[in-house]
């Protein structure tokens, strides 16, 4: 049942506020401002040397998102795989280390695959998944739910962010196993976890603006993503998102790789949406921002109230979000993100929530 939306993914983009809130509460102890994983892990973080992190589509940009989590707030190091490179590819992994796996359904054929090799290199298994009943779930050594309830649209949104919220808890985790949180550091985090509800509401607050965005967008030919540190995978899910609904070509790009290639893409005639919370790399992403600029590119800047105020004047639009701590800004952010790709879909009269060619669960490779 859609409520009173157009579509599936309007409504599950809204249900973000609530499913964060209920699958935040299974991962922190909300009280006593720390991490409480709701089981016992059967393997010690100090013992892990590497993570591998293996997913599709956006789930494998959760998962990308997560490698800037686990190693800056657990000094782990992680390699991120896409599953249908990763099952073939024979990688060497050591015995005893972790292998993470991201599905909202459960049932994707490649990271079962995956899955499979893992296990049988003697590597710790830990899924995230969204179906508790899947197969990815059944064969896993550990599973953490995302509690995002039914996600019906084809473009994943609700389980997105709450397979972000749960890869930071984890990583919050480890970083206290491994001793490099300390206990006021978990304090900070997990305050800035529990204010994500309340920040998402705000985020969505931005949907008129974004609306009338929408029709430049709509009648555009491509779209560039920009982004860095973790607002770089956001900008690549910023694509994809664009690009299964609305069959408009996007690709998201670091922003620092612009000159090495795609800014030979940038006209008058091109939207860039410039990815930019007030972090230690804002000003690096704004002066890619100011390149674009000068030759012309149409910018979205998406980014906080100070941010603005230093550089709105560049941009044809700012999309301002509420203050937030720099940490977890990619569930935030990625809010103006799906609007953005739902509104100029859904303006153009595409199937927003069954795109031709596309399934919601990809069970054959
Ligand atoms: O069920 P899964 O999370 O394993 O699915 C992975 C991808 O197929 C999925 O995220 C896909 O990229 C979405 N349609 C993106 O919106």
Redesign the pocket.
């Known amino acids: 049942d859609k409520a009173n939306y157009r579509h599936f993914m309007a409504k599950e983009i809204h249900e973000q506020p609530e499913v964060i809130g209920q699958t935040l509460a299974h991962y922190v102890d909300i009280a006593n401002e720390s991490v409480a994983l709701p089981q016992e892990l059967p393997f010690n973080f100090n013992e892990i040397g590497h993570i591998s992190i293996t997913?599709?589509?956006?789930?494998?940009y959760a998962g990308h998102i997560a490698k800037y989590w686990f190693e800056r707030l657990a000094r782990l190091p992680v390699e991120l795989d896409v599953a249908s490179e990763f099952r073939y590819r024979e990688a060497p992994m050591r015995k005893g280390d972790l292998a993470v796996f991201?599905?909202?359904?459960?049932?994707?054929a490649d990271?079962l695959a995956a899955l499979r090799y893992a296990k049988s290199q003697g590597l710790h298994t830990l899924s995230i998944v969204n179906v508790q009943s899947s197969t990815i779930a059944r064969e896993s050594g550990t599973v953490l739910q995302t509690l995002a309830g039914p996600e019906i649209g084809?473009?994943?949104t609700k389980?997105f962010t709450c397979q972000l919220v749960v890869l930071a808890a984890l990583a919050v985790a480890a970083g206290k196993a491994r001793g490099e949180l300390s206990e006021s550091d978990e304090i900070d985090l997990v305050r800035a976890l529990i204010e994500i509800p309340r920040l998402v509401t705000a985020a969505l607050a931005s949907e008129p603006q974004i609306e009338k965005l929408a029709r430049d967008i709509a009648k555009s030919r491509d779209v560039l993503y920009l982004g860095r540190g973790t607002s770089f995978p956001l900008a690549l899910e910023g694509a994809?998102?664009l690009k299964?609904i609305s069959y408009i070509h996007a690709a998201g790009y670091a922003a620092g790789e612009l000159k090495h290639g795609p800014i030979a893409l940038v006209d008058e005639s091109v939207p860039v949406i410039v990815i930019a919370p007030c972090d230690r790399l804002f000003e690096k992403t704004i002066s890619n921002m100011q390149e674009v600029a000068a030759r012309g590119g149409k910018i979205i800047l998406i980014t906080d109230a100070s941010g603005a105020a230093e550089v709105s004047k560049d941009a044809l639009a700012t999309i301002v979000l509420p203050k937030m701590g720099t940490t977890f800004t990619p569930i935030v952010y990625a809010i103006p993100v799906q609007l953005l790709a739902y509104h100029t879909a859904s303006l153009m009269g595409t199937d927003v929530d069954q795109p031709r060619n596309?399934a919601?669960?990809?069970t054959v490779e």
């Open positions: 997913a599709c589509g956006t789930a494998g991201i599905s909202q359904s459960g049932e994707t990271t084809v473009a994943s389980a994809l998102k299964e596309l919601k669960s990809v």
